[in-house]
């Protein structure tokens, strides 16, 4: 179908922690969090102090294309709402809407937790993820998206720090290069045009780095079967 504002957008309930709205699942709400790894502690130069992101951005000019209307999930998460976010150019949404429902996907909510361990990665559908990519691919002419940050991870040898400059994760104070923070005036870019490629979504590092090294090691990525349309 063809997208229709502001009808096509889906409003979500948040709470007073909520930072954009919360995804819908067909059997569960989800709850808004960050994502944190297992780790026990942060290395300094991680984005430990990044703190939370934005509730919303400025639109940003997405790709003109049709809203999908199969939106397969294993789990029956329901995703029309992040692609009418990604669609109608609402990416800090997009982005808190994509680590909300990774959450339950991996089976944290279950156990009362509102952040996904490292090692719950592996329970992600591939389902579920190439379905996430796919949206996030569309939508952003192929600029966005866990399958980008992955070859971009490659391209740097798999050196976090050289990545994080690629994917504009880092920023400099004078001469002292830093991760971009969260909190206050969110120093991420939630504009299509004007973000490197990779940019989006975040992953907070909050605890050390595993989590977002699990994602980009997920079996769905072995293979570009994630891009076959339903």
Not at 150 to 177: A, H, L, M, P
Not at 188 to 207: M, N, Q
Not at 213 to 220: F, I, R, S
């Amino acid at each position: 179908m063809r997208l229709s504002l502001p009808t096509a957008l889906v409003l979500l309930a948040s709470t007073a922690n909520a930072f954009a709205p919360t995804p819908i699942c067909r059997q569960n709400n989800v709850a808004p969090a960050l994502f944190m790894s297992e780790a026990a502690t942060a290395p300094a130069e991680t984005m430990a102090d990044s703190g939370k992101p934005p509730a919303s951005a400025d639109e940003s000019s997405v790709a003109d294309a049709e809203i999908p209307t199969k939106l397969p999930s294993d789990v029956g998460m329901d995703y029309v709402p992040l692609a009418t976010m990604l669609a109608t150019g609402q990416l800090a949404e997009a982005d808190q809407f994509t680590r909300d429902a990774l959450i339950v996907l991996a089976g944290s909510k279950e156990k009362g937790r509102d952040f996904v361990y490292f090692t719950e990665v592996k329970r992600i559908p591939s389902t579920d993820l190439a379905t996430i990519e796919r949206l996030w691919n569309k939508f952003s002419g192929g600029k966005f998206g866990y399958s980008v940050q992955k070859r971009k991870y490659r391209q740097s040898k798999e050196d976090f720090e050289v990545f994080c400059g690629k994917i504009g994760w880092n920023t400099k104070d004078g001469e002292v290069e830093r991760k971009k923070r969260w909190f206050g005036a969110s120093e991420f870019i939630y504009d299509v045009k004007k973000a490197p490629e990779g940019h989006l979504p975040l992953t907070s590092a909050l605890r050390g780095t595993s989590l977002i090294k699990e994602l980009l090691a997920h079996p769905v990525w072995d293979n570009d079967d994630w891009k076959k349309e339903p």
